[in-house]
Nanobody, 123 residues
């Protein structure tokens, strides 16, 4: 059974950086599209960034383009999200998600989810 575990969240000041990691177990990461979503209190779960199995396609939400970078290491079964120039509006729980099919921006396209990691950006 595929499991995803996120790490790396925390509290950071505006303009700071954080690096999130997601480790996939129970399968080979090379078989999966990997993505990051985020959800702020009272808000829907929004797409942040996604990467195909070989890194050939990468998508970002407009709100994070130029500030966030997604990458993956299929040997380590890990996908990372490097976040820079963080803003208070980036505050949310960040979730790692995976599927075997297609890189999509809709959360219902993903059948594997991590438990989430909190990112808080103070002003």
């Amino acid at each position: 059974q595929v499991q995803l575990v996120e790490s790396g969240g925390g509290l950071v000041q505006t303009g700071g950086s954080l690096r999130l990691a997601c480790v996939l177990s129970g399968g080979s990461a090379s078989a999966y599209v990997m993505t990051w979503f985020r959800q702020a209190p009272g808000e829907e779960r929004d797409f942040v960034a996604g990467i195909t199995w070989n890194g050939g396609r990468i998508y970002y939400a407009e709100s994070v383009k130029g500030r966030f970078t997604i990458s993956r290491d299929n040997v380590k079964n890990t996908v990372t999200l490097q976040m820079s120039s963080l803003k208070p509006e980036d505050t949310a729980v960040y979730f790692c998600a995976a599927n075997e099919n297609t890189l999509a921006r809709a959360s219902n396209a993903y059948n594997y989810w991590g438990q989430g990691t909190q990112v808080t950006v103070s002003s």
